[in-house]
């Protein structure tokens, strides 16, 4: 097997977090000192010491970072690591969720609720709690709906009852308190003849401030009760249900936590209340508490979204014996650059570092650096200062033009230049929006991984005032008409002209017109035009007849919409996710206001279109070969060697305003907190970890000077940039000619080359792509399908999706009762297995009742048959059920699957079944170049990984059992040749798809006629 072992050797204190299993640790040290890297060697070493991997649970703050460690650890211990549990916190929650359904109260078909549902959902609850406070002077209530949900997140993640919210609003000095001191104030001026009106102005500004405290509760409580009767749960409420499981269910807690034995958390400082919680519900279960913490005070980036500083002095409060260890070598950058940022973030004093109740850890975060790669490349930190922010934006892409040119950039593992090394990292999405325009017009890469609104993007728009004018042509056709004149309608000059004109004259409609001149008009070009509006009839013939979304791709096949944008090469990729994502918003609302019509579900996207609500394409968890454009606050926990930080005024940096601070009576806290403090302490740790993701080389720019408003450096700079040791400033003036002809260069546009960013998106993409039995079967079948489907995500006709939920339904039912049979020692009786699949089967999502009723009886009746057989195999010999495996190393690849049973012999030998619910097929169809070869391949894949995973044992049998015909089950011994046939495709697929080949197969091997994309296959290349 081809394991990349590590070369790197940990460093004394590392080694000593490594060693220490047992018992509570703490892990305090600053960026790049190797917190990740650590907790990695220290699972590697918990694995050497024969742990079991299962009972390891490793809790990341992103999903990326989850991917990242889980294939990190598998790189670098192999197989064994893959068993390892490696979560975030909502989704480790979610696990717990559909792992034991039985322990939470689920409504049916219940899912998890995005954005605008939460808008839409907080425009009903607005409705019904008709707010004084919250209304702005004109009277609207809904300007205040984001407000709202942030405000209700706070207090979800913060666990807060209403008793201890009304208790602060009453009792805290910064509320009621504070209201009291106002009253007493008010009465003695009052008596001396002396309210003046700034005083009144903030009595009354406090007593409102007290009243919206109120109204928002009413109104969350209102949100809550829409929330829950519309079948939805948000992030928060997972959490928060595991954690009302674990309070009232001392033996669903024991249960969990007896799963796990070791807990370690990376990022710890950025857990919020009920996540925390979360960490110390499980160790408190666990009563072991081997729980390994490593996080940076220094880096707490998010405390509005409730992290809060005193996390780390909670767990060393209720681990009083915790093992304190400090890093202090940095492997990552340079010295300066730790010099550096130590001296922007040691001007915040309430750091743990000098705070004297922790002296007795003795906390110390002088870094030094340690990487000797790095050393030598150390350099002076950069600051520039320019006459005016074009200039100084203009010079940091010349900057990293010229950069690319030299050799000082280094390359990637293919031996090209690896841009990704360099990161622009900035304070808000619009700033990284003005970098991507400079660098596209000087044809650099570069990905920007903030997500983007479909109202931003062509392709969605498009097809959204498309679908508005399908719902009513005569209001809505305005827009549509606007868009004519492009692709994919482009109506000639002409044609359009005389519908302007027509309109004009006539004040009808588009469609109208062109109905009404159909036949009559001299056309410039009847048959575009023809064409358009045949196929607008069709689909307006088709409104009643389809659900939302497969109408919507029927308008994105039939008008040429999808097409189109398919092929044109300006950011393809986000124009077929922008699609992808109106046909999912619409499944999604779709399955829970069942009856709705397109009409309804354009009504929700108005609301958010109306409103400026985020809908957006998702972000991309892949690093592509490009220039990186990241937030401050998305650059945790990543380096880079280039790092460009613009914008460093004072007046983007140095926020006082501290008002939104406890603006709800919310106090989770046991310490009092100087607000204008944490304000100040906050910006410098987002300044800190900025400065900190740099290995080398760290330019900071700012200018003099925005729209004609003077400008200067922040104050937090000050200390550092004077410090010539280590940094060094320049400051350009204005200098005419050069900055015009600068301007003149960034404007001229150099046409971008947006095939080669394609092709690089795609294959950063597939490089993270790992294999499963279905996909290797799909780019078996026909690689260009599995570009369509796998690769670029483009949606297709819901043909049988309830066929889908029903088996999911058989098959987490199936799963109860071998579990509920171990814990019982017995089966259950049929009537709890008929019970159990109801309920599942009410989880699911159905399109109507009648379709869940005959779903419901033909589950039964099979379930009737097929239990009988369940019944003859004996409980003991089933050694797991559902066992999903997702980083079974294969090359330097990997793969991944599901086995749903898996049977143990007496000789130690395996059997693997797969459970199909439909028709079964023959002996003869599941062969070699038959119709269901796929089958053989997908046991031939499970026996392979199952066997790579479990070296000590081996498969023996496998086999499809057909629920609904169980006398035709098929089963097959597989052989040593199978693992070698199996390798031969997996590698053979694998290969291909890093080489971009999505060729269709020959034309005789061809199965267009049931293909999903046959209407857009036009076979040519793309
Ligand atoms: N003992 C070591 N020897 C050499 N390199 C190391 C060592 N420990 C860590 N590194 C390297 O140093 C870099 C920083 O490590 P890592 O990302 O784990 O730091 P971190 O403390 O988690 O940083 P952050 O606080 O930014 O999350 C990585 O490239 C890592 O591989
Ligand atoms: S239409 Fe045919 S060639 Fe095209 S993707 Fe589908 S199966 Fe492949
Ligand atoms: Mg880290």
């Not at 706070?154 to 609003?169: G, M, R």
């Not at 007493?184 to 005083?199: H, N, P």
């Not at 969605?460 to 498309?466: A, G, W």
Request: charged residues 30%; glycine residues 4%; proline residues 3%.
């Amino acid at each position: 097997m081809n394991e990349i072992k590590t070369i790197i050797k940990p460093n004394i204190k590392q080694q000593e977090c490594i060693n220490t299993i047992d018992g509570p640790v703490m892990v305090l040290a600053g960026p790049g000192t190797g917190k990740t890297f650590t907790i990695i060697q220290r699972v590697k070493h918990m694995l050497n010491q024969k742990i079991t991997p299962a009972s390891i649970l490793c809790l990341t703050y992103s999903e990326a970072a989850a991917n990242e460690m889980k294939s990190r650890l598998v790189k670098e211990i192999g197989t064994i690591a893959a068993s390892v549990c490696v979560h975030t916190y909502h989704a480790f929650c979610n696990e717990l969720i559909k792992q034991y359904p039985n322990e939470f109260e689920l409504l049916d078909g219940v899912s998890p609720a995005d954005e605008i549902t939460k808008r839409s959902i907080m425009k009903l609850a607005l409705e019904e709690a008709n707010p004084q406070e919250y209304r702005t002077k004109w009277g609207d209530a809904y300007y205040f709906i984001p407000e709202h949900l942030k405000s209700i997140d706070e207090i979800k993640s913060n666990q807060v009852t209403k008793e201890e919210y009304f208790n602060t609003l009453n009792t805290h000095p910064l509320w009621q308190g504070k209201m009291q001191e106002l009253e007493a104030e008010y009465i003695e001026r009052e008596q001396k003849g002396k309210l003046v009106k700034t005083f009144l102005n903030s009595y009354d500004s406090h007593k409102r401030k007290i009243n919206k405290a109120k109204e928002l509760w009413e109104i969350y409580e209102k949100y809550d009760i829409k929330l829950k009767q519309n079948n939805y749960i948000d992030f928060n409420d997972m959490i928060n249900m595991v954690l009302e499981a674990f309070d009232s269910n001392e033996e669903f807690l024991t249960k969990v936590s007896s799963q796990f034995k070791y807990f370690l958390v990376d990022e710890y400082q950025d857990t919020n209340y009920s996540q925390n919680k979360i960490v110390f519900k499980l160790a408190e279960g666990a009563k072991s508490r081997n729980i390994f913490v490593v996080g940076d005070d220094d880096q707490i980036i998010y405390e509005f979204q409730g992290a809060k500083t005193d996390t780390l002095e909670k767990f060393l409060t209720l681990f009083p014996d915790t093992k304190v260890i400090c890093l202090n070598e940095n492997n990552r950058s340079t010295q300066n650059i730790l010099d550096f940022s130590y001296d922007i973030i040691s001007q915040d004093k309430s750091r743990l570092e000098f705070n004297p109740n922790f002296s007795q850890f003795n906390i110390s975060k002088v870094l030094t650096a340690k990487n000797e790669k790095i050393k030598p490349l150390n350099s002076k930190i950069q600051i520039h200062g320019f006459a005016d922010i074009k200039q100084e934006n203009n010079f940091i892409v010349k900057n990293i033009e010229d950069l690319i040119k030299s050799d000082r950039l280094p390359l990637n593992d293919e031996k090209e230049k690896d841009l990704s090394k360099i990161a622009i990292l900035t304070r808000d999405n619009q700033e990284l929006q003005n970098f991507a325009s400079l660098l596209e017009a000087k044809n650099i890469r570069y990905q920007l991984k903030a997500s983007k609104s479909i109202f931003d993007i062509k392709s969605s728009l498009v097809l959204y005032f498309y679908l508005k004018a399908l719902v009513n042509h005569e209001f809505y056709g305005d827009k549509l008409f606007g868009l004519l004149l492009s692709e994919p309608f482009a109506f000639t000059n002409a044609d359009y002209s005389f519908l302007l004109e027509q309109n004009r004259l006539n004040h009808k409609d588009l469609i109208t017109n062109i109905k009404e001149n159909l036949e009559t008009h001299k056309w410039d070009n009847k048959k575009k035009v023809k064409k358009f509006i045949n196929t607008f009839n069709a689909l307006l013939g088709l409104r009643s007849s389809l659900n939302t979304k497969d109408l919507i791709i029927e308008v994105i096949n039939r008008t040429g919409i999808l097409e189109y944008f398919l092929q044109t090469e300006v950011n393809r990729s986000e124009n077929i996710y922008a699609i992808k994502k109106i046909t999912d918003e619409a499944q999604a609302y779709m399955y829970t206001n069942r009856g709705s019509w397109l009409n309804d579900f354009l009504d929700h996207l108005d609301l958010a279109f109306e409103s400026n609500i985020p809908i957006t394409i998702e972000k991309e968890d892949y690093t592509q070969n490009a220039v990186q454009l990241v937030t401050l606050h998305g650059s945790k926990g990543r380096e880079f060697e280039f790092v460009y930080i613009p914008n460093l005024i004072a007046r983007k940096w140095e926020n006082k305003n501290v008002n939104n601070k406890m603006s709800l009576p919310i106090d989770k806290s046991d310490k009092k907190i100087d607000e204008e403090a944490a304000k100040y302490s906050e910006q410098l740790r987002l300044l800190f970890v900025g400065v900190t993701r740099t290995k080398h080389s760290l330019t900071l720019t700012y200018s003099n000077s925005i729209d004609g408003k003077p400008q200067e450096l922040t104050s937090y700079l000050s200390l550092p940039v004077d410090n010539e040791n280590i940094a060094e400033t320049y400051n350009h003036t204005m200098q005419n000619e050069e900055f015009l002809f600068e301007l003149a260069q960034s404007i001229k546009k150099v046409s971008f080359d947006y095939a080669s960013a394609f092709n690089d998106e795609i294959k950063a993409r597939i490089k993270n792509f790992i294999i499963s039995p279905s996909s290797l079967n799909q780019y078996l079948a026909c690689p260009r399908q599995f570009l369509y489907s796998t690769v670029l995500n483009i949606p297709i006709l819901d043909k049988d999706t309830a066929s889908a939920h029903y088996g999911s339904a058989i098959h987490r039912t199936l799963q109860w009762a071998v579990q509920h049979a171990k814990e019982n020692d017995r089966y259950p009786d049929y009537n709890l297995l008929e019970e159990a699949f109801i309920k599942n089967l009410n989880l699911e999502k159905f399109e109507n009742q009648t379709v869940r009723d005959e779903y419901k009886e033909r589950g039964i009746k099979s379930l009737k048959q097929y239990y009988k057989q369940l019944l003859e195999t004996p409980f003991d010999r089933i050694f797991a059920t559902e066992y999903s495996f997702d980083y079974v190393p294969f090359d330097n690849k990997f793969l991944k699957g599901f086995i749903d049973r898996i049977e143990k012999n007496s000789d130690g030998t395996v059997e693997l079944y797969d459970y199909k619910t439909g028709s079964a097929k023959s002996k003869s169809q599941i062969a070699d170049g038959k119709d269901y070869e796929n089958y053989l391949n997908q046991l031939r894949f499970y026996k392979y990984a199952f066997e790579e995973q479990n070296p000590d044992t081996k498969v023996a049998r496998a086999g499809l059992i057909f629920i609904e015909e169980p006398h035709a089950n098929f089963y097959i011994n597989l052989t040593e040749a199978d693992n070698e046939i199996i390798k031969g495709k997996i590698g053979y697929v694998y290969e291909n798809i890093q080489n971009l080949n999505f060729e269709p197969p020959r034309e005789e091997e061809r199965k267009c006629e049931f293909c999903d994309y046959r209407h857009l296959c036009k076979l040519n290349e793309l």
